[in-house]
Structures are given as C-alpha cells and as structure tokens.
C-alpha cells in the first residue's frame, strides 16, 4: 500500500478515537461528563454510563421500555472503526444497578464485538486482516430471563473489552466500555432457575466458531485501570485518556471463564486499587487460549 494511502487509512482510525463504542439500542443511559460515552481509562469506571439517580428512567417524562420474560431482545452497537474484543451482558434490578458486585453475579450473554460487522474495505491490510476502519452497526440479541416478577425495573449492562488499535498502533488494547438501558419487565413464562451465562462466538474474522478476535486480555477487569484517572493537558488529546491498557499481538480465543481453562464465568468487581491496575508503562498481554470450547447457546 502507498504512504499516502497508509495515512489516509490512520487518520480515519485516529479521527474516531474521541468517539470509541457504546451501546445504541436499547437506548444506554448516556452521560454529559464524558459526552455519552463510559470510558474506563477516561475515568468513567461503571457499571453503567451514569449512575441510576442519573438514569433518565428516572423521569417521568421519560417512555418507558417494557419487555416480556423469555424475549430476544435486540441489542446493537457501532463498530466505530475499532476491531475486536468481546462483549458481556448482564442484567439486575434497577435498584442495584450502581452495584458491581450484583451485574457480575447476573450475567447472561457474552458475544463477539464484530458479531456480524467489519471494515468498510476488506481488502485494507494496514493495521492487518478485517482490522480497517468502518462504522457498521454490530447486532446480538439476549434473553431476558424467566425467573423476573412483573413489574420490576431492570438494568442491561453492556460492556465492550479487549478491543484493539488505539490510535493505529497495532499491538495496543483499549480499555473497557461500559453502558446500561432501563426497562420494565412484565408478563412471559415463568421460572424460578436463574439463567446460566453463555458464550456465542464467532465475528467478521472467525466466523462460526468458538472465538472471537482480541487484543490484551480476555478477561473483564483488567483493564478497567483500576482507581486511577487521566490528568488532561490542554491540547493534549492523548493526555485525556490512561489508554492504551496493553500490548501484544492480535490473539484469537474465548472470554475468561467460558473457555477450556476455566469453569467459571469471570466476577470481577469494581475496579481495583492502583496496584492491581495495569502499570501506566502499558502492560503485556497475557497469551490467548489455543483451543477454547464453547458453550450450547439456546
């Protein structure tokens, strides 16, 4: 590819930076701190985009969204030209939705980033195979679960982790993205067993399979940076952000927990002290699960 071409390429990647991923439908909670979007590395630290005193359900002037136990409820983002990484949903009470420790223990659904989206351009090798940019809206779905009583408020949790490229450099993971949606369950089957997570893999580089493309780690927490947040410098874009959270080449595997070297699904909690953060000289990837095995998903 030509130099001109190669630049070209870096600054559609680099112009959409400010922007990053978040949760497009159903409707995320957004934020005005941080522009709507929930960055850890930009000191927004979750579980949701705002907390629930922030949450426009709060409003009475706000439509409610009602949905039916046992219903796929559709779920969408913008790839945003970033590739790879996963995505975990998970779903709790309202009322507990400012609470780490209950959306880890709620999990439902852990897809691919890319599900069905990619580059604009497939045949644009410079950051490496499907890694170009483009800005197509990526789709799963998630069951809402069986064993919730009519009329209770519940939060969807959405968060991005283990995507890669930060400003065009190849080896280079972002941090977590965090996003919630309100709504109101009332009516479908019931069940008292709460629903177990499940893994649905394959994306636009691995597709029907039992992966998903990564950069950094596999796992929800360790790039959340711990308590620690960005001190911005005035004409410094760099500086707003702790990103990039590691480096390491581009691997290929399942999300911690659902993988053939685990047995559970990962529980990490709100974020760590600076010490179990990931050190600001930018940390290495762990190495990627070889032969993940996945999960039935219904």
Known sequence: MHLSSAL??????IASCAGHSMLAKPASRGNVEWWGTCAAG???KGPCDSPKASSPFNSIYNPKTYVQRGQELDVEWNRLNH????VRMAM????QSD?????NDNILKYTCYETNCGPANSSDTT?????????????????????IPDNTAVTLQWIWYGGGIYYGQVDTSFGEYYGCSDMIVVGGPTLDEKPAPV???GDITYPNSGVCKYWGSNKVGDCNFGDRKPSPIDGDLLSQSLEPCMRG???????FGMDSGSSSPDTSSEPASDSAAPDSSVAESPAAPEAPVTPEVP
């Not at 950051?127 to 064993?147: A, E, Q």
């Not at 080449?249 to 999300?255: D, F, L, N």
């Open 99 to 103: 609470d780490w420790a209950s959306f």
């Open 42 to 44: 930009a000191g927004c």
């Open 83 to 86: 590739p790879g990484g996963f």
């Open 199 to 201: 893994f649905q893999g």
């Open 92 to 95: 709790v009470p309202f009322d």
């Open 8 to 13: 070209v390429a870096a600054s559609a990647l």
């Open 127 to 147: 950051f490496g195979h499907l890694n170009g940019s483009g800005s197509s809206p990526c789709t799963s779905t998630v069951t809402i679960p069986k064993n």
């Open 249 to 255: 080449p581009e691997q290929k595997g399942a999300p």
